[in-house]
């Protein structure tokens, strides 16, 4: 039998926050143990490979193997580490599934940071950020990212445009007046720092959409001629950003 886990042809990717390195041992925690030894069948011997956003992507050995706990030992590094493009998702949450969702695949698009805002129509009054980080987590093992998006509280409205940070353009999803395509507004940015705001449901509150439009740092984008829900707006603004500007360009 093959040294790699045979049900996942040796691609296994976990997420850790241990230092990695060369004959370093990491110990998995519970959910990551239970994963290999009972739905992997893992054994001492097979490869694993982890990654912790600072150290690139280890090739690792299980070296012990035991309900307590498993520990893999890093053998030779497959990927150096490399950083995302600097797009932040400021997103209006929805409800449950879309937001996991929305989460899952921004991670997958690349996203380096995402925060969740409360606007006056935000029908979710709170987030569950362990729930989050766990998707994001999750979405970037299966990707092949050496790194995982920052969570970041939820914030309202006012505060995020309060404490916006001076040099990082906003591009604001405007559903209705004259706007810069996204395609536009990305090329524009050159793939420096930027940031994408998507509304709730209901979209911005007219006093929102006023406040936005009198700020110099940010630039409204139309996404097209169709009115999107909020889950698809931030994925295909990203999507787009990425194509003209990020790593898919």
């Not at 979405?139 to 309202?156: D, H, L, N, T």
């Not at 810069?180 to 509304?199: D, F, N, Y």
Request: charged share 20%; glycine share 10%.
């Amino acid at each position: 039998m093959s040294n790699e886990l045979t049900e996942a042809g040796g691609k296994t990717r976990l997420y850790v926050t241990a230092d990695l390195g060369e004959g370093l041992g990491v110990t998995l925690d519970e959910g990551q143990t239970h994963y290999l030894l009972h739905v992997l069948r893992a054994v001492s011997g097979n490869l694993v490979s982890l990654f912790n956003g600072r150290d690139g992507e280890w090739l690792g050995e299980i070296t012990a193997a035991a309900k307590r706990g498993v520990t893999v030992t890093c053998r030779r590094q497959v990927l150096q580490q490399h950083g995302t493009p600097d797009i932040w998702l400021a997103f209006a949450p929805v409800k449950k599934t879309p937001s996991d969702y929305l989460v899952q695949k921004a991670a997958e698009l690349g996203v380096s940071v995402l925060q969740p805002v409360f606007t006056r129509r935000t029908i979710v009054s709170r987030i569950n950020e362990e729930r989050m980080a766990a998707n994001a987590i999750e979405a970037a093992e299966q990707s092949g990212r050496v790194s995982v998006p920052e969570i970041r509280s939820g914030i309202s409205f006012d505060k995020l445009l309060a404490s916006w940070p001076k040099g990082r353009r906003l591009l604001f999803c405007d559903e209705g007046g004259d706007a810069k395509t996204m395609t536009q507004a990305a090329r524009e940015s050159r793939g420096g720092p930027t940031g994408i705001l998507t509304g709730p449901e209901g979209g911005f509150d007219p006093a929102e959409r006023a406040a936005l439009r009198a700020l110099p740092f940010v630039v409204p984008v139309t996404l097209g001629p169709r009115i999107l829900r909020a889950d698809t707006a931030a994925l295909a603004a990203l999507a787009i950003w990425q194509a003209v500007a990020g790593d898919f360009s």
